[in-house]
C-alpha cells in the first residue's frame, strides 16, 4: 500500500501526466510490398473449390471429430443446434496447411478462424453466428438457403416410415 502522501502526489501530478500523454502521434509505417501479401492465384483457387464443395463450408481449426479450438467447437453446436443437414455441409481444418490458414483470412477480408460460407457466401465467425443464432437470422437465412435436415410433415405431424408397425 502506498503512503498517504505518494498517493496524494501522484493525484496532483496526474492531470500533467495526462496533458503529456495527449501529445503522443503514433508513428504510421508506410506499406511496402513486405508488408503487403497478395494472395496466389493458386491458393485463391483452391480456396474458391473449397468454399464451392458443399452448400455449408466451414473453415475451422480442427475437425468436427476433433475440434482444436473452442470457438471452432462452438461455430460447430451452433449449426448443429440449426438442423444442417450433414449431407450438406462440409469442415476444412487450416491447422494442416500453413497457406490455406492465412489466405483464408484475405480471401474473406476477415481476421479470424473458424469462417461459415453458406452458398458460397461468406457469413462470419462465431462471434457473427452467435449473434444471428440468438437473434433467429440464423435460422431463417439457413432455412431460405435449403440447408437444413429435411423433415417432411403431413397434417402438422412428422411423416412416418411406413414400415413400421401399428
Keep these: 500500500m502506498l503512503p498517504r502522501w505518494r498517493f496524494t502526489t501522484a493525484l496532483r501530478n496526474a492531470p500533467s501526466l495526462l496533458q503529456q500523454r495527449s501529445t ?7 506499406l511496402t510490398p513486405s508488408l503487403l501479401r497478395h494472395l496466389s492465384s493458386e ?11 458443399a452448400p455449408v463450408v466451414l473453415f475451422m481449426k480442427g475437425t468436427p471429430e476433433m475440434p ?32 490455406l490458414r492465412q489466405g483464408i483470412k484475405e480471401y ?3 481476421p479470424t478462424i473458424p469462417q461459415l460460407y453458406v452458398n458460397k457466401n461468406f457469413v462470419g465467425g ?8 440468438q437473434s433467429g437470422e440464423l435460422a ?20 412416418k416410415n ?5
Excluded: Y
Design 24 to 30: 503522443f502521434q503514433p508513428r504510421l509505417l508506410p
Design 68 to 99: 482444436q479450438c473452442g470457438f471452432s467447437r462452438a461455430s460447430l453446436q451452433v449449426l448443429s443446434l440449426q438442423g444442417v443437414d450433414p449431407s450438406k455441409f462440409t469442415a476444412f481444418n487450416v491447422l494442416e496447411d500453413n497457406e
Design 108 to 110: 474473406s477480408d476477415w
Design 162 to 166: 411406413e414400415q413400421s408397425s401399428s
Design 126 to 133: 462465431t462471434d457473427i453466428l452467435m449473434s444471428m443464432h
Design 43 to 53: 491458393t485463391r483457387a483452391a480456396i474458391d473449390k473449397a468454399v464451392s464443395s
Design 140 to 159: 431463417k437465412m439457413l432455412e431460405e438457403e435449403k440447408v437444413l435436415v429435411n423433415t417432411e410433415v403431413e397434417g402438422g405431424q412428422p411423416k
